[in-house]
């Protein structure tokens, strides 16, 4: 009787084994697809508070009035991390676009990109409302 259920046994063992890794693969590509989403989200969040910190001073605004876009780049470069790519686009209140040269730190190699929208006044005598796009993307 026990040679008869060995050849069984084995064959429940062999489809067990099976399951095990085919439910192992679902919770593994499971995992990969939220660690990406939360990686988008903290680069999003990073840029965000990089944005708030530089108008926290007024000098976001300042940088935008004088049209000293150099200054406002290596401002940048300065707050965010190392190893983070970054892409700035001023548009006025008609979504007319305000800088002339490009406010970047290098290309896009990276398949995640995230996107910033802030809202920026100027501190001056004169009230100007300034909207930015701030793409970031980890550099590969």
């Keep these: 009787m026990r040679s008869k259920n060995r050849g069984q046994i084995r064959i429940i063992e062999a489809f067990l084994a099976v399951f095990i890794i085919f439910s192992s693969l679902m919770v593994s ?37 004088c049209e000293d876009w150099f200054s406002l780049r ?27 040269a490009v406010i970047s730190n290098g290309a896009f190699n990276s398949q995640e990109i995230a996107f910033v929208e802030y809202v920026c006044a100027s501190q001056g005598s004169i009230f100007h409302c300034y909207i930015i796009h701030l793409y970031l993307a980890v550099a590969a």
Excluded: R
């Design 29 to 65: 590509a499971n995992l990969t697809l939220t660690q990406n989403k939360t990686k988008c989200d903290d680069l999003a969040s990073l840029g965000l508070q990089a944005l708030m910190k530089l108008d926290s001073g007024g000098s976001l605004g300042i940088y935008i009035d």
């Design 74 to 100: 290596d401002a940048l470069n300065t707050v965010l991390p190392s190893g983070v790519s970054f892409n700035l686009t001023i548009y006025n209140k008609q979504m007319q676009q305000v800088n002339n």
